[in-house]
């Protein structure tokens, strides 16, 4: 762990006892520094964006928390749909804290940091199917990866407003939107299995084989980048 990577986290876990009252906020972050003896100097090296970093650094957090828990699990016993189930709850039950969630999404909500959430969703989605072990390496991937953004997305606003027992409402309600993924994956079957209708997926299924999920191996030859350097 680097010094500044040392220092971010001491500010997220100082931070999160502000955010309640304060939200993901200027004073919150400043409130932070104060609380773990950095300067603002200091501070702002570790996080740039201030309360924004500090934010995003949560999410990841709770994303590593997840790949942990899989890591140590055993879902081979589970269908594919119980699988992604229970990652998503993991997921969602690594978070802990509704009220940071909470001012989080208000945080993303707006304009200028709208896409910075958009890309930690996708990455949550990403880290689930790699916790899972999706093979796909051509649209699969994609598709997979929006469809899950979305079902994780929704399921997350249903936990914040979720009072029932061990929010029973919340996974009840998540695995209505993987049935509903599902039903659509049927359909899609339903259709390659008719003789009528298969003609006319051979197109889409040809045009999804072009496509190719992206390396995860960065690239060394390109400006910017040194060998053994992230």
């Known amino acids: 762990m680097t010094e500044a990577t ?6 997220l876990d100082a931070a999160l006892m502000h955010v309640p009252f304060d939200g993901w906020s200027e004073a919150a972050f400043k409130a932070a520094a104060r609380d773990v003896g ?3 100097a200091e501070a702002r090296a570790a996080c740039p964006r ?3 970093d500090l934010a995003v650094a949560f999410h990841r957090r709770g994303d590593a928390a ?6 140590k699990a055993d879902l081979q016993a589970l269908k594919v749909r119980e699988r992604v189930a229970e990652a998503v709850r993991v997921r969602i039950e690594a978070i802990g804290d509704k009220e940071a969630v909470r001012r989080g999404t208000t945080l993303f909500a707006l304009p200028q940091n709208a896409a910075e959430g958009a890309r930690l969703i996708w990455g949550t989605a990403d880290a689930i199917w790699q916790a899972l072990g999706d093979p796909s390496q051509d649209l ?3 598709t997979k990866r929006a469809i899950l953004s979305g079902v994780y997305s929704s399921t997350v606003l249903y936990w914040l407003g979720d009072e029932s027992p061990d929010h029973q ?12 993924v599902m039903r659509i994956e049927k359909v899609k079957a339903t259709m390659r299995s008719n003789p009528a209708l298969k003609p006319f997926m051979a197109f889409p299924d040809w045009l999804a084989a072009q496509v190719k999920a992206p390396s995860r191996t960065p690239r060394m030859d390109v400006p910017g980048r ?3 350097r992230s």
């Open 6 to 11: 040392a220092t971010r986290e001491a500010l």
């Open 38 to 40: 950095a300067d603002m």
């Open 50 to 52: 201030g309360a924004l």
């Open 66 to 71: 997840m790949t942990d828990t899989l890591a």
């Open 140 to 142: 699969n991937w994609y």
């Open 169 to 180: 409402a919340t996974w009840a309600f998540l695995d209505r939107r993987i049935e509903d």
């Open 226 to 228: 040194w060998p053994g």
